[in-house]
């Protein structure tokens, strides 16, 4: 799959927000910090077409990118972080939920995870719910690069004994090495029904 061009259209709370179209969309989900932004970037091949933040909770709306007039990126909202205000963290739950639960074009969501940390109940809550919806999903292990390649590979073997899932199913990600944007691709076009090119 060959990405062309990359446009922002519309951040959202609610649904009436949501951009009116058919395209299929792809959401990408995970804590605060986790890299979301940064890998919409890399599989894009723009720097800043999603804004990045070293500040986690940043992103606090539904964020829309229409991907070569064919589909849609959907950037959620991260979860998990404390700084923000509770009442801001209250909101991102059903906000999110909301989404998945109500838009008939989602095709797929791409769970990210660091790679560095254990899953916790936010990553067992959205699979949850992709299982509820009846939401395909794919697990992202992202900053792949803080480890040797032997220690990533065992590290994410780990994971997948956690979360009850093959190893091979879940994607080593990292922007720094540019590592994982090829399989991550490939889940979307698979996702999509978008043929590769």
């Not at 940043?58 to 979860?79: A, C, E, H, S, W």
């Not at 792949?144 to 780990?158: G, I, L, M, P």
């Amino acid at each position: 799959m060959i990405i062309r061009s990359a446009e922002f259209v519309i951040s959202a709370v609610q649904p009436s927000q949501y951009p009116d179209t058919d395209l299929p969309e792809i959401a990408f989900a995970g804590r605060s910090n986790v890299g979301k932004s940064s890998m919409i970037n890399l599989l894009v091949n723009r720097k800043n077409l999603v804004k990045t933040s070293s500040t986690p909770g940043k992103t606090r709306l539904i964020n829309f990118f229409d991907i070569n007039g064919q589909l849609m990126f959907v950037d959620l909202p991260g979860y998990g972080y404390a700084k923000v205000s509770r009442k801001e963290q209250k909101t991102w739950g059903p906000m999110v939920e909301r989404y998945l639960s109500s838009r008939k074009t989602l095709r797929g969501l791409m769970l990210l995870m660091d790679l560095r940390r254990e899953p916790r109940e936010d990553e067992f809550l959205m699979m949850q719910w992709c299982a509820h919806y009846d939401i395909p999903w794919k697990m992202v292990l992202t900053k792949a690069d803080k480890f040797k390649k032997t220690a990533a590979d065992r590290r994410r073997h780990e994971i997948a004994r956690a979360v009850g899932i093959g190893a091979d199913e879940m994607i080593l990600f990292s922007t720094l090495q540019k590592m994982g944007r090829d399989p991550a691709l490939e889940t979307i076009a698979r996702m999509t029904g978008i043929l590769e090119e």
